[in-house]
């Protein structure tokens, strides 16, 4: 098993372009999240899926959009790229309900110029 | 709004120093406290869930502890290899199982 995977590892964009970053896991799990890592700050939720086609806001959801088309995927996208957003953003799933561990990837480093 | 809180920030370790990590929380309904360990440019590695007052876990050099206010992870003899950030995190009966982390310990062990 792969685990959690993510898409790319690296980016540099530049103010105002957009990107996807991709997630996905092999694991069959129904809850996925997408978090943002910035010195100082910890990891903070973006927004998350608790199933296929659902998708809902975390505590810093401005300037992202989500999508969970197929189980295993979620996708994390930036529409208009902003310096702020420049960060590590890290995708993790878990088991639907209760209180079990979430499986984090290896993240993406983001750099907006 | 739950808060988790990180002590101290950084903590840097002789070999065979044994030290204590402490995470306070204050949230509505603990579910459960995770730790967890991060190496640097890596995702964050589980190490142990805690769901009730008076548990406690262990593996290798780690045991962690929880009370009612504040979990904590004690480090035994610890080795080069135990440096890493530590995240502590809690769970509660909120919508979609979602997690509030502290900010890490960042811990050096010395050779």
């Known amino acids: 098993n792969a685990g959690v995977t993510q898409t790319p590892k690296f980016r540099v964009l530049k103010t105002g372009q957009s990107m996807t970053l991709l997630c996905a896991q092999d694991m069959n799990h129904e809850y996925m999240y997408w978090y943002r890592q910035d010195p100082g700050m910890g990891l903070r939720l973006i927004h998350y899926?608790?199933?296929?086609?659902?998708?809902a806001k975390g505590e810093v959801p401005d300037g992202y959009n989500v999508s969970r088309l197929k189980k295993q995927n979620f996708l994390l996208g930036l529409e208009s790229a902003a310096p702020s957003q420049t960060s590590v953003y890290f995708c993790?799933?878990?088991?639907?309900?209760?209180?079990?561990?979430?499986?984090f990837g290896p993240g993406t480093r983001l750099t907006v110029t | 709004e739950d808060q988790v809180t990180q002590s101290p920030e950084a903590l840097r370790l002789q070999e065979g120093e044994s030290s204590s990590l402490n995470c306070s929380y204050t949230?509505?309904?603990?579910?459960?406290l995770f730790w967890y360990r991060q190496d640097p440019g890596k995702g964050p590695e589980f190490l142990f869930t805690l769901y009730s007052a008076g548990e406690e876990k262990e593996k290798e050099r780690l045991k962690a502890t929880l009370t009612k206010k504040e979990s904590f992870l004690h480090i035994t003899a610890p080795k080069p290899e135990d440096s890493a950030t530590y995240l502590c995190a809690v769970q509660t009966a909120a919508a979609g199982n979602k997690l509030t982390f502290g900010g890490g310990t960042r811990v050096l062990v010395k050779p």
């Open positions: 993790a799933s878990k088991v639907a309900g209760g209180a079990y561990e979430q499986y």
């Open positions: 899926s608790v199933g296929e086609g659902t998708t």
């Open positions: 949230v509505s309904g603990l579910r459960g």
